[in-house]
């Protein structure tokens, strides 16, 4: 997806805020254009104590440290979302061909799409979609070896009614299945290797066009507008990853009572227009960073730098975290190398 169709896309998260009683300030600010400032609804997505579906409070702490260090997915264009193609894709892997072999699930719950970098994503995505089953429902599943076994969704009814959720069985070893959309069957995802792979080659191939139409779900929105807001803090001020994620934390919750100062004080109507304002007047009262779409690709670059320093440091026995990367060096690199590009 181009950055600009990602702004748009993350809009859709406006909302009144549910918040507990802050202390109010002293004076209102004066309200902004949404137009003066750039990066509004990246940082709207970061200020939104997102309720999920199934009842889940979504927040910067939730994104974890390899999440922000994961690989990039390719572009998708930009595409109206396809409710029918959406409904129709719940709970399977997706595969795009035209890409870099990048995998998706379509999650039943959330409605939409979530990027899975590599197996560790994978198994995370285990860990926090999973639903508690006991033997007595588990015995109740038929398993399934590959993906072309015969549909069992009219013999199963707990097969068909969970298909596309991932199952995990509390009362053994806790370990994880998931159950395949179109027939119905539980297979064995238990671990890094496995949960991936199987991802992989279950995975239904869709090309870039119709991949774009579904809508990322409302954690992974969040996951790219962290990633872009803790890369550009880093740049910006000369700070590592880690420190730049604890920065975020505080404008974050600074914003939040900024607005809710000003939802109390306002007398009009909340209307989503206002809204995006308030957020907007609230923004430059803070230190996030402010990203165009150019910086947008500028930090993606830096991402992509980021994983092939990753890779030279693991090939001699280091793991580097969020504190260990060095942004400074990273960051002049993906300058210069853009520079050499305007100059051909």
């Not at 069992?152 to 299945?177: D, H, M, P, W």
């Not at 807001?229 to 975020?248: G, I, P, Q, R």
């Not at 980021?306 to 001699?316: G, L, V």
Request: net charge negative.
């Amino acid at each position: 997806m181009k950055f600009s169709a990602y702004l748009c896309a993350v809009t859709m998260l406006v909302s009144v805020i549910a918040m507990p009683s802050y202390v109010l300030a002293e004076t209102v600010p004066t309200l902004i254009s949404v137009g003066e400032t750039e990066s509004l609804n990246v940082i709207e997505t970061l200020v939104e104590s997102i309720t999920l579906d199934e009842g889940e409070e979504l927040n910067i702490d939730d994104i974890t440290d390899e999440e922000l260090l994961e690989a990039e997915p390719s572009e998708l264009p930009e595409a109206v979302e396809d409710l029918a193609l959406t409904t129709r894709l719940q709970g399977m892997m997706l595969l795009d061909v035209e890409g870099n072999g990048e995998v998706y699930y379509i999650d039943p719950v959330t409605e939409g799409k979530e990027y899975l970098a590599d197996g560790e994503a994978a198994q995370l995505l285990l860990k926090r979609k999973a639903l508690g089953i006991n033997e007595e429902n588990f015995s109740k599943l038929v398993m399934g070896e590959n993906k072309d076994e015969p549909s069992v969704c009219e013999e199963s009814a707990l097969g068909k009614r969970l298909r596309g959720r991932i199952v995990l069985r509390v009362e053994e070893n806790g370990e994880a299945y998931w159950i395949l959309p179109t027939n119905c069957r539980a297979y064995y995802a238990g671990t890094f290797e496995a949960s991936y792979e199987l991802m992989k080659r279950f995975s239904l191939g869709i090309v870039k066009n119709d991949l774009a139409k579904i809508p990322d779900n409302k954690r992974q929105k969040m996951k790219t507008a962290l990633r872009l807001s803790v890369y550009a803090h880093a740049d910006n001020n000369d700070m590592t990853l880690e420190n730049a994620k604890d920065d975020l934390k505080k404008e974050v919750n600074t914003i939040k009572v900024c607005m809710e100062d000003f939802r109390v004080s306002y007398d009009g109507e909340m209307t989503s227009e206002t809204n995006k304002t308030r957020v907007g007047t609230c923004v430059q009262k803070s230190n996030m960073p402010r990203i165009s779409e150019d910086r947008g690709d500028e930090i993606k670059e830096m991402i992509k730098e980021t994983r092939e320093e990753r890779k030279e440091s693991a090939s001699i026995g280091q793991r580097q975290g969020l504190r260990d990367i060095n942004m400074r060096q990273i960051a002049e690199k993906v300058r210069k190398m853009i520079a050499n590009r305007a100059g051909q």
